[in-house]
Every structure is written in structure tokens, then in C-alpha cells.
């Protein structure tokens, strides 16, 4: 276990500052103290929900594909690249923006890191995902489970090409501290994903005869791990999870939402079309995740940070608690009310059949 | 006539309202999610309360099930319980967790569920798949066994696979080959011992005597059986044969500081054989206890 870091951080470069993760990171990487000056990277200027926590950050604004002259001229100590897209957005192209954000633009800013001479940290951010999607592949993936199928969801494949530079990129600077941390699909009370609007529609379609186990990490367990990579040295690929595990049915059942199955041929020919339209929401990546399943082992995760991130069951229940408010027609408390009702009912009755 | 006044009948009415109170309070648990899964997606709950319940009636009502040498079983640690297989449809994988279970619990009071390793065709087949994961089943591959007997589980396997599920009636009480012998490996790495278990009754359940190949091909099933009472008498013929059921566990085989020779083709070779060959002798001793399959 390595804590406190040699390097110096006195210039970090952030990316994708413009979404939540990246300007959550930045934000508290400019309140630590160990951090000299923060700067953040996008393509346009950041949302304005998201221009508080940026009060201390420099904003770059540029393309990521353009972005290698930014990295050298700004003398970099350390990288953190958070623009990596989760779904496509039809603002920005859609899934072919979405591609080359994260595919190009990552392929750019690693040969922008390659030649920052003073850079001795790169920290990147990548998914669970990477572990594909199969029927052979064990039940739990450690970091060295290879996929054994290429997923079909675009996402997943950019991730796996985004590894692939970091490889890459290791092999060709062994000096650099490479952190890759494979982060479950975050969940929080504030979060809002793919995944968290899913769970909030009140009827939640799922794959008829598919109930996956899903893993997910509590946002602020993240951004922790992400924050100690940075300040600290921490080499090598993590998965970043909540230990435990929630079926769908079970996490939709909590929600206390409908699971309303669907046959998988038309769930993929939903997200066929959704894709023409360029349409976010739910992929080939949902669906391969609502098929399969994925589960990832954290050992080396809290053996090398030592701390295990709130529990898939705790993060769960923490982004619902988040959202009450929404309509639940089957809460935990509704159905325990029936059950008394019925057993009550059941007494009644019984009760009047019997002699006294 | 007048009796005395109904005394005993009182007891009845207690039984049905836990009964009752018991289904409902299982019911509102799996409509509120408000149950545990494993990271493998085992489910004790539906297990314990629906599985096996019904399992129940199959192993004691029709097939008349008899566990011999339960007091085999290791009551605790890790331990990988390997079986004969058989009957088409792999019922004598869900007896044998049923046997397993009740078992421990009614000798050792040990609450310990038998972790089966499955093939992928299991896995690749919405429900069955799903059905296998909640009943505590998991692929049989290297890393998933291993890192059930390292928790200290039951694991349950099948070496023969499809070739003893698959094979033709003629064939019954014949072990069919022992693959790699994969599951040795995964014994030796954990240091896990090795209990040989043989399973009679389960050939008779589904006399297998012919395969419809092209059939099985469009459904991409294994094989597509041919019984004298399937496919001809349609879901009738789905019912299994009310086969005498014997079930004897074999003496523990000890594996511990074999680690470094997991490796050793040799070594795996020979394990699988002396396993295979417990097995073998425990089905002909069986078969000489049930000289009849369908005793009277």
C-alpha cells in the first residue's frame, strides 16, 4: 500500500470538465492543497449547473482531438482524463462524436502526454465494460479476466481501445505513473445517468429471462478513489465497484418500480433504431449489461487504497433515497401494509367460521 | 352422535396460518427485492423456499430417494463433490443438491448448499440460465471454481458433461470419459478434498434411445431425445420414469499439499482416475442393492 506521492502536481491537466465526473475531480483537486494549478480541458464551455465547482479551475476550451499543443504548452505534471462519453448525445454528433471524443480524442492525448516531458502522472478513467459480454466468461472478472467476445455496445468498444492506448502509452513511458481505474456504472443520490433515469421511469423494461447481476459504485466512493489517484501513486488497473451484488429485478423491485419483461430480439431492434435516430438512452451497452450481467472483484482495489467503496445494496439505496419523491406503485411500505391487511382479513374470517 | 368436543383439530389451524403467514411474508420479500444474492447470483432465499420445496417432492415422493455414507459430506471447508451423470435431463444434478443440503442440515445442522458447476449452453439460454444462477449454479470454468472453494463452498461438478447426460440408455452405469480432468486442478490449487459421489436411478428416468440431430440443431440444444414416451406422447411424455433412486458418497479424497502439482499432467491424469474409479465401484455396489429399477 503506497500513500502520499513524490510527484510533482503542480500543473494538472483535467478532461472532460464539462461533465459531471470531470468537474466534480477538478473541483476538488483545486481545494487539496497539495495540488498546485488546475486546469480543465473541453470541447465547449462547461454547463452552468456545473460553473460553481470551477471557481478555481483555468477552463481550456478545445477540442480533445486538438488538444496536444494545450498539453505541451502547458507544461504538464500530471493528466487526469475524465472525457471519455458514456452514451452517445445527439448534440454532439451522436455516436459518431461520441467515437471520435473518445477514441481519437484519447488516442491525441496520449501522444500529446508522450511528448510532455515533466509529466509523471496519467490517471484515466475507464469502465467495468471493458470485460465485454459472454455466456463463457466466469461469474467474477479480476483485472486480468481478458473478454472473450468484442461487446456490441459502442461504448464498451471505445473502452477497449482506450486501454489499448494506455498500453500503449505505458510501454512507451515507463516513467509515468499509469493509473487506469475501471469504474462501475456510478449511482448517487445526485447522479443522473442512463442507468438512474432507467431506474426512474415507473415501468422498467428488462430481457425476458435474463436477470443480471449488477454492480454499481457510489459517486463519492469514486470520485475519492479518483482524487486519491491523483495526490497519491497508486500504478496499475483497478476495478473500482461496490462490493455485493443487485439482480435487475431485485434493484428494480427495491426501487419499487414494475419490471416489465421484453424478448431480447425486440429490446435489440428498440435499441437498433434508437441508435439510426441517434438517440441516447438504451444501447447495445444496456442491453448487453441486462443480458450478461457483469460483477467485478475489488480485492486489489482495497488492498492497494485501503478502502472499500460503499456496497452495491448501500449505493443503491442511497441514490433512491435521493429520489423519494417519484412514483413507487410498489414501495416496500405499500407492500408490507397489504400483507398485514391480507393476514388480518384472513384472521377475520377465520374467526367467525370457528365455534367460539 | 355427539362426540367429545374437537380437540385435536385445533392444532391443524396454527399450522395452516404459519403456513399462510409464511407464504405471504416470502411473496412481499421478493416483490420488494428485500432478499440476498451472491456475487455469483445465488439466491437462498428462492432456494430455500421455492426450489427446494418442490425438488423435495420429486426426491422422496417418486423417485423414493436413499442417501447412503451421508456422514461423508464434510460439514465444513471447502470440498468439490464430483458425481456421475446422467438421464438426459440433468435431474440428477438438482437431487443431488437437495440430498446434499438436507443431509448436513439434519446431521452435522450444518446449512451448507451444494454450488454446481454447469456447461455454457446452460448459461447462453434465457431462463434456465437464470434459474441455474438463483439455484446456485455458475459456469464451470477454472476461476469460477476456484473462487467457490476458496470461500470455503460445496462445489458440485460433473465430469462426464454432456457425453453422461446425453449418452443412449444401452449405455446406462458406464462412466463416460473425465474430459481434462479440469476439476482436479481446481482441487489441488485450493487444496480442497475431493468427494467421489455415485448417483443410480437417474438412467432410467429418460431412456434415451434415439436423437433427432436436425431438430436438435434448430433448437440448438445438445441433442434432441427420443424416448419411448418422448416425443410421442407430447408433455406426457416430459414426466419421468418413477425410477428407485440410490445415492451413495464415497470416502473424502485428501489433496492437500498438491498445489505445486496442479500443473502435472501425470498427477491430474491419476487423481481423475482413482476418482472415476470410486465412483464406478460405488455404482456397481448400488446396482447390486437395486437389482431392479422399477421395484414393485
Not at chain 1, 466534480?24 to 483545486?30: E, G, I, K, P, T
Given at each position: 500500500m503506497s500513500s502520499g506521492s513524490s510527484a510533482d502536481l503542480s500543473v494538472v491537466v483535467v478532461t472532460g470538465i464539462?461533465?459531471?465526473l470531470g468537474a466534480q475531480v477538478a473541483s476538488r483537486l483545486a481545494a487539496d492543497p497539495r495540488v498546485g494549478h488546475v486546469i480543465g480541458v473541453?470541447?465547449?464551455?462547461?454547463?452552468?449547473?456545473?460553473?460553481?465547482l470551477l471557481a478555481r479551475v483555468e477552463l481550456v476550451?478545445?477540442?480533445l482531438?486538438?488538444c496536444a499543443t494545450v498539453v505541451a504548452n502547458l507544461d504538464a505534471r500530471a493528466v487526469v482524463h475524465l472525457g471519455v462519453?458514456?452514451?452517445?448525445?445527439?448534440?454532439?454528433?451522436?455516436?459518431?462524436?461520441?467515437?471520435?471524443?473518445?477514441?481519437?480524442?484519447t488516442m491525441q492525448l496520449l501522444a500529446a502526454c508522450q511528448r510532455a516531458p515533466r509529466l509523471r502522472k496519467l490517471v484515466v478513467r475507464s469502465?467495468?465494460?471493458a470485460?465485454?459480454?459472454?455466456?463463457?466468461?466466469?461469474?467474477?472478472?479480476t483485472e486480468e479476466?481478458?473478454?472473450?467476445?468484442?461487446?456490441?455496445?459502442?461504448?464498451?468498444?471505445?473502452?477497449?481501445?482506450i486501454e489499448g492506448y494506455v498500453r500503449g502509452f505505458r510501454r512507451h513511458c515507463p516513467e509515468v505513473t499509469a493509473t487506469v481505474l475501471r469504474l462501475?456504472?456510478?449511482?448517487?443520490?445526485?447522479?443522473?445517468?442512463?442507468?438512474?433515469?432507467?431506474?426512474?421511469?415507473?415501468?422498467?423494461?428488462?430481457?425476458?429471462?435474463?436477470?443480471?447481476?449488477?454492480?454499481?459504485v457510489?459517486v463519492q466512493d469514486a470520485l475519492e478513489i479518483l482524487h486519491r489517484s491523483v495526490v497519491e501513486d497508486h500504478p496499475g488497473t483497478f476495478n473500482v465497484a461496490?462490493?455485493?451484488?443487485?439482480?435487475?429485478?431485485?434493484?428494480?423491485?427495491?426501487?419499487?418500480?414494475?419490471?416489465?419483461?421484453?424478448?431480447?430480439?425486440?429490446?435489440?431492434?428498440?435499441?437498433?433504431?434508437?441508435?439510426?435516430?441517434?438517440?441516447?438512452?438504451?444501447?447495445?451497452?444496456?442491453?448487453?449489461?441486462?443480458?450478461?450481467?457483469?460483477?467485478?472483484?475489488t480485492t486489489r482495489l482495497t488492498k492497494e487504497y485501503g478502502v472499500t467503496p460503499?456496497?452495491?445494496?448501500?449505493?443503491?439505496?442511497?441514490?433512491?433515497?435521493?429520489?423519494?419523491?417519484?412514483?413507487?406503485?410498489?414501495?416496500?411500505?405499500?407492500?408490507?401494509?397489504?400483507?398485514?391487511?391480507?393476514?388480518?382479513?384472513?384472521?377475520?374470517?377465520?374467526?367467525?367460521?370457528?365455534?367460539? | 352422535?355427539?362426540?367429545?368436543?374437537?380437540?385435536?383439530?385445533?392444532?391443524?389451524?396454527?399450522?395452516?396460518?404459519?403456513?399462510?403467514?409464511?407464504?405471504?411474508?416470502?411473496?412481499?420479500?421478493?416483490?420488494?427485492?428485500?432478499?440476498?444474492?451472491?456475487?455469483?447470483?445465488?439466491?437462498?432465499?428462492?432456494?430455500?423456499?421455492?426450489?427446494?420445496?418442490?425438488?423435495?417432492?420429486?426426491?422422496?415422493?417418486?423417485?423414493?430417494?436413499?442417501?447412503?455414507?451421508?456422514?461423508?459430506?464434510?460439514?465444513?471447508?471447502?470440498?468439490?463433490?464430483?458425481?456421475?451423470?446422467?438421464?438426459?435431463?440433468?435431474?440428477?444434478?438438482?437431487?443431488?443438491?437437495?440430498?446434499?443440503?438436507?443431509?448436513?442440515?439434519?446431521?452435522?445442522?450444518?446449512?451448507?448448499?451444494?454450488?454446481?458447476?454447469?456447461?455454457?449452453?446452460?448459461?447462453?439460454?434465457?431462463?434456465?440460465?437464470?434459474?441455474?444462477?438463483?439455484?446456485?449454479?455458475?459456469?464451470?470454468?477454472?476461476?469460477?471454481?476456484?473462487?467457490?472453494?476458496?470461500?470455503?463452498?460445496?462445489?458440485?461438478?460433473?465430469?462426464?458433461?454432456?457425453?453422461?447426460?446425453?449418452?443412449?440408455?444401452?449405455?446406462?452405469?458406464?462412466?463416460?470419459?473425465?474430459?481434462?480432468?479440469?476439476?482436479?486442478?481446481?482441487?489441488?490449487?485450493?487444496?480442497?478434498?475431493?468427494?467421489?459421489?455415485?448417483?443410480?436411478?437417474?438412467?432410467?428416468?429418460?431412456?434415451?434411445?434415439?436423437?433427432?440431430?436436425?431438430?436438435?440443431?434448430?433448437?440448438?440444444?445438445?441433442?434432441?431425445?427420443?424416448?419411448?414416451?418422448?416425443?410421442?406422447?407430447?408433455?406426457?411424455?416430459?414426466?419421468?420414469?418413477?425410477?428407485?433412486?440410490?445415492?451413495?458418497?464415497?470416502?473424502?479424497?485428501?489433496?492437500?499439499?498438491?498445489?505445486?502439482?496442479?500443473?502435472?499432467?501425470?498427477?491430474?491424469?491419476?487423481?481423475?482416475?482413482?476418482?472415476?474409479?470410486?465412483?464406478?465401484?460405488?455404482?456397481?455396489?448400488?446396482?447390486?442393492?437395486?437389482?431392479?429399477?422399477?421395484?414393485?
Amino acid at each position: 500500500m503506497s500513500s502520499g506521492s513524490s510527484a510533482d502536481l503542480s500543473v494538472v491537466v483535467v478532461t472532460g470538465i464539462g461533465r459531471f465526473l470531470g468537474a466534480q475531480v477538478a473541483s476538488r483537486l483545486a481545494a487539496d492543497p497539495r495540488v498546485g494549478h488546475v486546469i480543465g480541458v473541453d470541447a465547449g464551455s462547461p454547463p452552468p449547473e456545473l460553473a460553481p465547482l470551477l471557481a478555481r479551475v483555468e477552463l481550456v476550451e478545445s477540442d480533445l482531438t486538438a488538444c496536444a499543443t494545450v498539453v505541451a504548452n502547458l507544461d504538464a505534471r500530471a493528466v487526469v482524463h475524465l472525457g471519455v462519453v458514456t452514451a452517445p448525445d445527439p448534440a454532439v454528433g451522436g455516436r459518431a462524436g461520441m467515437k471520435e471524443q473518445n477514441v481519437i480524442g484519447t488516442m491525441q492525448l496520449l501522444a500529446a502526454c508522450q511528448r510532455a516531458p515533466r509529466l509523471r502522472k496519467l490517471v484515466v478513467r475507464s469502465s467495468t465494460a471493458a470485460y465485454g459480454a459472454s455466456f463463457r466468461d466466469p461469474a467474477v472478472f479480476t483485472e486480468e479476466t481478458e473478454p472473450r467476445e468484442v461487446p456490441r455496445g459502442g461504448f464498451a468498444r471505445d473502452i477497449l481501445d482506450i486501454e489499448g492506448y494506455v498500453r500503449g502509452f505505458r510501454r512507451h513511458c515507463p516513467e509515468v505513473t499509469a493509473t487506469v481505474l475501471r469504474l462501475a456504472p456510478l449511482i448517487g443520490p445526485a447522479a443522473d445517468t442512463t442507468l438512474t433515469r432507467y431506474f426512474a421511469q415507473p415501468v422498467v423494461p428488462t430481457v425476458l429471462g435474463r436477470d443480471p447481476r449488477l454492480q454499481f459504485v457510489h459517486v463519492q466512493d469514486a470520485l475519492e478513489i479518483l482524487h486519491r489517484s491523483v495526490v497519491e501513486d497508486h500504478p496499475g488497473t483497478f476495478n473500482v465497484a461496490g462490493p455485493g451484488v443487485l439482480t435487475l429485478n431485485q434493484a428494480i423491485r427495491r426501487a419499487g418500480r414494475l419490471p416489465v419483461p421484453v424478448i431480447e430480439p425486440g429490446l435489440s431492434a428498440a435499441a437498433a433504431f434508437g441508435k439510426r435516430l441517434g438517440r441516447g438512452g438504451f444501447g447495445l451497452d444496456q442491453l448487453d449489461l441486462f443480458v450478461h450481467g457483469r460483477v467485478v472483484d475489488t480485492t486489489r482495489l482495497t488492498k492497494e487504497y485501503g478502502v472499500t467503496p460503499r456496497s452495491t445494496a448501500e449505493a443503491f439505496a442511497e441514490f433512491l433515497g435521493g429520489r423519494r419523491a417519484g412514483i413507487a406503485p410498489l414501495g416496500r411500505d405499500r407492500l408490507e401494509a397489504a400483507e398485514q391487511a391480507i393476514l388480518r382479513a384472513i384472521a377475520r374470517v377465520r374467526g367467525q367460521g370457528r365455534p367460539a | 352422535m355427539t362426540g367429545p368436543p374437537p380437540v385435536p383439530v385445533r392444532a391443524e389451524p396454527d399450522l395452516w396460518d404459519r403456513r399462510v403467514a409464511a407464504g405471504l411474508a416470502f411473496l412481499r420479500r421478493r416483490l420488494a427485492g428485500d432478499y440476498e444474492v451472491d456475487e455469483f447470483g445465488f439466491d437462498p432465499d428462492l432456494t430455500e423456499h421455492a426450489f427446494h420445496p418442490l425438488l423435495r417432492l420429486l426426491y422422496h415422493r417418486w423417485f423414493r430417494t436413499e442417501l447412503l455414507r451421508g456422514d461423508n459430506l464434510p460439514g465444513y471447508g471447502p470440498a468439490l463433490v464430483v458425481a456421475n451423470h446422467s438421464g438426459t435431463v440433468a435431474l440428477d444434478a438438482l437431487m443431488l443438491t437437495v440430498a446434499v443440503h438436507d443431509a448436513l442440515r439434519n446431521g452435522a445442522g450444518a446449512r451448507r448448499h451444494l454450488r454446481l458447476l454447469g456447461a455454457d449452453f446452460v448459461f447462453q439460454a434465457p431462463v434456465m440460465s437464470e434459474l441455474a444462477r438463483k439455484s446456485g449454479g455458475t459456469l464451470a470454468c477454472h476461476p469460477d471454481a476456484e473462487r467457490l472453494l476458496r470461500a470455503g463452498e460445496l462445489v458440485g461438478v460433473f465430469p462426464e458433461g454432456l457425453k453422461g447426460v446425453g449418452k443412449p440408455y444401452r449405455d446406462r452405469y458406464k462412466l463416460q470419459r473425465f474430459g481434462r480432468g479440469g476439476f482436479v486442478s481446481a482441487a489441488l490449487r485450493t487444496g480442497a478434498p475431493i468427494v467421489p459421489v455415485g448417483i443410480v436411478g437417474a438412467e432410467e428416468i429418460y431412456p434415451k434411445i434415439g436423437n433427432i440431430g436436425p431438430l436438435a440443431r434448430l433448437l440448438g440444444l445438445p441433442y434432441f431425445p427420443v424416448t419411448p414416451t418422448f416425443p410421442w406422447l407430447g408433455p406426457l411424455g416430459l414426466i419421468p420414469l418413477p425410477s428407485k433412486w440410490l445415492i451413495e458418497v464415497g470416502a473424502p479424497i485428501d489433496t492437500t499439499g498438491l498445489a505445486e502439482q496442479s500443473d502435472d499432467p501425470l498427477v491430474v491424469f491419476n487423481l481423475a482416475d482413482q476418482v472415476r474409479e470410486a465412483i464406478q465401484q460405488i455404482l456397481h455396489r448400488l446396482l447390486e442393492l437395486r437389482p431392479t429399477p422399477f421395484p414393485g
